[in-house]
C-alpha cells in the first residue's frame, strides 16, 4: 500500500512511525498546512513533501491517512472518497451531524474503504474483553461501565475547538458502548460540572461528566469522565453479565513492585494516550491495511464515527433540559 | 447496658452474638412475634424471653435493638422513645416519608440516642476511605462511584413488602453517598430496568438500576446496582479528587491465590452481607454503646434515614419521570 | 472445659481474652511468677489467683495453658502431664533435645491431650493452602519456599537466652515444612549472617539466614528468615507442583487502595504476629478443646514440637560445618 | 552498523526482525550450517547469503551476531575478534572453563566490542529493579531471591549436550545475581532433585534445584529453577534490604480480569521466553548498537559470561559433594 499522510502532528507522527515499519506500507508522501513540520517529517522517513492537492491527484498513491486539524477532516475525506483513495481518517470527521452526514453521502456514492480513527477498538486488553463477552463468558452482558480520565486539562482555547466534552473526549467512550454492547440504544442521560479549571466553564464547557445509556432490550451503560486524573491516563472498562463480570485494567510501564514505609505500591498507570495506545495504533494501520487488501470493512467505520457523535449531541442535549433523551429524536 | 432484642430472625441472631460478648452490653430479653425463635435465641445466650410490651415497660432495660420486620419499625421506635429507652433501629424506619417524618417527631419531643442500622458505616474498609478523604488524601472530591450487588435476587413476595429496590437496596448506597460527600444532593436521576428476574418486573420493580446524583457544589456521584451477581457479594466504591482516587476493594475469606491452567485465581469475595460486615456489625454496636455511655451521637441516626428515603423517592420519580428531580421537590 | 492458665505476659493476654469468650471454657485461675501480672489479669476475667503448685492440684481444673517463660515450659508440661490435666503449651517445650526428650516420656508414660502452640497451622491462610495441597490442586508438590521476616529485631539479652534464630525464630517455618510436604526430611543445609544489628552477631547470633531441606522422595524446601522487614510482618508460603502453585499472601488492616502521585498504594501488611494471627489463636483454642473433647489428637503435638527442634538443630550444625547434614544424625 | 548473522534458527529470527526494523542497522548477510534455514531468513529481509568464512573476510562487515549452536560460539567469536568485528555473542561461549578463558584470551589480544546476550539485563522491569536497588530505595540489599521456571522440559537429548540445568538455564539467574548483588560471590550451595522427567535423571542431570550464594559481605542470595510450570514461564525476583523491598512479578498478554464461578481470575504469565522479553531482545540490539557506536562497555560482555560459568561449576560440586564451595576453589 502506498499511502500518504496529511498532517504532521503529534498523532501524524506517531502513525508514520508504524507505516515506516510496516513490510505492507509505503509512506509516499506527507503533507501539512505548516510547511516545516511535513518537511521534517519527510525527511525523517525518506518520503516525499506534497501538496494537498498532490495527494489526491497522484496516481500512484492508494491510501490517505487524514490526521490534520478536525475542521479539514471532512473535506479530505470527500476528496479522497472521490479520488478513490482508501481512507483511514482520525475521528471525528466533523464536530456537527450535518456535516457528517454530507461526508458519508459522498462514501456512499464513491464507495472506498474508509476506516475512523477509534483508537481503542484495536487495544489488545479491550479487544479481549469484546472477544470474551461475544463468547459468553459473563452470560447475557447486563450492565457496562466505562472511567475515562485524562492526566491533565487542555488550555480553553483548546476546549472552544473542540465541540466540548461530549464530542471531543466522551466520544471514544461513546464508541465502546456501541461496540460492546452491539445493539441499539434508546436513551442518553447526562450530567456535568466544571470542577477542575473555571476556564472551561467560561468556556461553556465542562470538565466532569457522568452519562448513563440504555439500550433497546435495557441494558444500562455508564461513562464518567474526567479531564484530570493527577496519576496518569485512566482508562476502565467494566463489563457485567449473569455468569460473571470483566475487568479492564489500567497498563504501567512495568510491574514492579515496592513495599516499604509507603506500603505496597506499584507504578503509576501511563500518562497519556501515545503510552497507553501505543500497540493499538500499530494494530489499527495492520486492521486498515487488511481492510485494503482484502477489500473488507474495518472494525471501525465512518458510520461509527456518525453513531458515536448522535449520542455526544445526545448527551449534550440531556445535560441542558436536564432530561434523558430519545436517542430517536437526534437526527 | 442492659438491653433487650425485638426481632430474633436472621440479623437479630447477628446482633445476639456480638451483645452476648461485649462486656458492657447485657442481653436481658428477646421478643419475637413468632415464639419459638424467641426461645431459641433467649435460650441460647440465657436471656429471658419477653413481650413487646415488656421491653417499653421494664425499667430495668436501658435499650432495645429493634430488628423486627421493617413494618413495625416506627412503631416500635416510637414506643421506646416514648418509655426512654436508648434505641438502635435497623433500617428503614418505614417504607414512606410522612411515617418516617411523625417517628422523627416522637424522637424530637421525646429525646434519646436513637442510632440506625446504616451498618456500613461501621465498616473498616469504607471507614478508612471516609477518614482518607476527609484527611484531604484525593484533595478535593469530584466523582464518587458506588457499585453494589446482591449475590442472588430476593423472590417476588419479598419485592412486593420491600418498598422497591430503591428503597430496600440502594438506600444502603444512598445513605453511603450522603456520609462521604458530606454536602447537601442536589439533583438526582435514575434509570433502571429487570433483565434478571420478570417476576420481579412483574412485581412492578427492577432489578438493574443506575442513579447519578449531583451535590450543590456540583460533584457527581453514580451509584450501579444489580440483584444478582454470580461470584457473591460486590461492594466497592471509588472516590476521586483533585490529587487521587481511593479505591474500597471487595473482600474474601483468604488471599490465597492459585496460579494453573486457568490462570492467576484469588478467592470470590464474601457471599453476602453477613460475611461481608460481619466486623461492622460488632462495631455498630460498640458505637451504640458508646453513644449511650457518652450521651453523643451515633455515627448514623434517625435523619440519616429520612434523608436516605427522600433520595430513593426521588429516584423513583426521576425513572417513572425520565428527567432529573431535584431533591427540593421532595417533602 | 475448667482451664487454668500459667504465664500473663503478652501471649497469656492473648489467650485470656480468646478463652473468656469462647462458650465451652472458662477460665477458672491465672497463675504468674510476676504476682501483679496475674492479679491483673485474673481480675480483668473475673477469675482466681493462682500457684502454680495449685493449677496442678485443684481437681475442678480439666486443662492448662502454659504461657509462661520458655525455660519453665517442660517443667510445667510433666507437672500437668502427672496430673492428668489436658495442656496446651507454648512453643517450644525447651531449648535443647534432651530436656524435650524427656518430656516427651512424661508424657508417654502420662498420657493426656497435649497440645503445641505452633499457631500458624490454625491460620485460615495457611490452613486452605494445606487443604488445596491435600486435595491435588497442584498435583504432585515439587517446591515449597517460606518467607518468614519479622518487623524488627529483639535486643541482643533476648537473642541469648532464645536459642538463636534456628530454634526460636525458624522454628515456626520448619514446623511448616513439616505440615506441608508431610514427609521425612532427609537433609539440612543452611547458610546465615549478621547484617542488621551487631549486637546480635556478638552475641553469636545471626540475623538473616536462608535453609534448603530435602525430603525422602527429593522435594526441595526454603526457607529465608530476617529479623527486620521495615514494612511489617512478612509471612509468605509458595507451594509449588506438577499442576500449579500456591502461594499464601501477606494481609493487611483493609484492602483499601489509593492511586495518586506515589503511584497505586495498598496497605502495608500486619505490623507483627498478634494481629497477623489474631484469628490463628482463636482457632487454636477451639483445636483444643475439640481434641479434649473427642479425646483425639490435636493438630499440633510434643512430637512436633521435638521434630522441628531437630531441624534447629541440624540447620545450626550445618552453618557452622558449611555442608548439608543428614537430619538422621541428629539424635 | 552493516551487521552479518550466524545462525538462522529460533533465536536468530528473532534478532533478524529486529535488527531489519532498527534504523541504525543493516543486516547484510545470513550464515547457517543448515542452509535452507540461512535461504529462508535471507529473503525475508533482502539480506545475502553467506558462507561463515566470508563473515569474518569481507571488509564491509562491521560486526558479526552469533547465534549458532552452543559448540560453535567460542570459534566464531575467537574468528571475528581476529577480524577485528564488532560481537554480540549468545551466550553461553562455552560450557567449560577453559575453553570459554581461551576465546577470553584471544579477546584480550585482538580487543573488540563484545557483547554477551544475557538477555534479562536489558528487559525493563529488572531493568527498573536494578535502577531501584543501585538509588537506594530498599536501602542496603540484605537478600535476594529468584524464581525462574520455564513451562516444559527440554527432551533428554538436549539435556545431555546442554551441560546441565546450572549451565543451560540457571547460568541467567547466577548472571542476574551478579549483576543486581555487585560484589564478590563467595560461598555456593546447591542441591537438586529429579523429579519431572525420569529421562532426565537418567540423562545425569537434575530439574528442580535450589542454589543458595553468599556475597563478601555476607549478603544472601536464593535460586529456584524448575525445567516445568504448567502456568508458564515464570520469572520472578525479589530484593529485600533495610528499607524496603523490591519484587519483578510476571507479565501477561493483558490484565483482563474476570471474576466468577472460579473466583477472581487474571490471564497466566507469558508462556516462555520469546513473549516474556521480546522487547530485552530489542534492548539487546540498541545496546549492542550504542556500545560500538560509543566504543564502549555493553551490558554484559564477555568475562561476565566466565563468572556465571564459574559459578555453574561451583554449584555442580556443591551438589555432588553436599557442602558449600568456596568460589575461589572455582579456577
Chains 1, 2, 3, 4 share one sequence.
Not at 503529534?10 to 507505516?19: D, E, L, S
Not at 472552544?160 to 466522551?170: E, N, P, Y
Not at 496518569?232 to 514505609?261: C, I, P
Request: some cysteine; overall charge negative; hydrophobic content about 45%.
Amino acid at each position: 500500500m502506498r499511502l500518504a499522510l496529511i498532517g504532521a502532528g503529534r498523532i501524524g507522527k506517531v502513525h508514520a512511525q508504524t507505516i515506516d515499519a510496516h513490510p505492507e506500507v509505503t509512506l509516499v508522501g506527507v503533507a501539512d498546512f505548516h510547511a516545516p513540520a511535513a518537511e521534517a517529517l519527510a525527511a525523517q522517513y525518506g518520503a516525499r513533501i506534497l501538496s494537498t492537492d498532490a495527494v489526491f491527484e497522484e496516481a500512484n498513491i492508494d491510501a490517505v491517512l487524514i490526521a490534520s486539524s478536525t475542521p479539514t477532516h471532512a473535506d479530505y475525506l470527500e476528496q479522497a472518497a472521490r479520488a478513490g483513495k482508501a481512507i483511514l481518517c482520525e475521528k471525528p470527521i466533523a464536530l456537527d451531524l450535518a456535516r457528517t452526514r454530507d461526508a458519508l453521502q459522498v462514501l456512499e456514492s464513491h464507495p472506498v474503504i474508509c476506516a475512523l480513527g477509534f483508537n481503542r477498538r484495536h487495544d489488545p486488553q479491550f479487544a479481549a474483553l469484546k472477544k470474551a463477552v461475544v463468547e459468553g463468558r459473563i452470560g447475557s452482558l447486563e450492565t457496562l461501565s466505562i472511567i475515562s480520565r485524562d492526566p491533565a486539562p487542555p488550555p480553553a482555547e483548546y476546549v472552544l475547538a473542540s465541540g466540548g466534552l461530549f464530542r471531543d473526549m466522551m466520544i471514544h467512550d461513546f464508541d465502546m458502548v456501541r461496540w460492546l454492547v452491539d445493539e441499539p440504544i434508546t436513551y442518553v442521560q447526562a450530567t456535568g460540572s466544571c470542577l477542575i479549571d473555571p476556564a472551561i466553564g467560561e468556556a461553556g464547557d465542562i470538565d466532569t461528566a457522568m452519562v448513563t445509556l440504555t439500550t433497546a432490550s435495557g441494558r444500562l451503560c455508564h461513562i464518567s469522565n474526567s479531564r484530570r486524573a493527577c496519576y496518569g491516563y485512566d482508562q476502565r472498562v467494566e463489563a457485567f453479565g449473569s455468569a460473571g463480570m470483566l475487568q479492564v485494567q489500567n497498563e504501567s510501564d512495568t510491574r514492579l513492585r515496592f513495599t516499604g514505609e509507603p506500603g505496597q505500591v506499584e507504578e503509576k498507570p501511563h500518562w497519556f494516550f501515545l503510552e497507553r495506545y501505543a500497540t493499538a495504533y500499530r494494530i489499527e494501520i495492520d486492521d486498515f491495511v487488511r481492510a485494503w487488501r482484502e477489500r473488507s470493512a474495518p472494525l471501525a467505520g465512518a458510520q461509527d464515527g456518525l453513531e458515536a457523535l448522535r449520542l455526544a449531541e445526545a448527551a449534550e442535549r440531556s445535560l441542558h433540559e436536564g432530561r434523558r433523551i430519545a436517542l430517536d429524536d437526534i437526527h
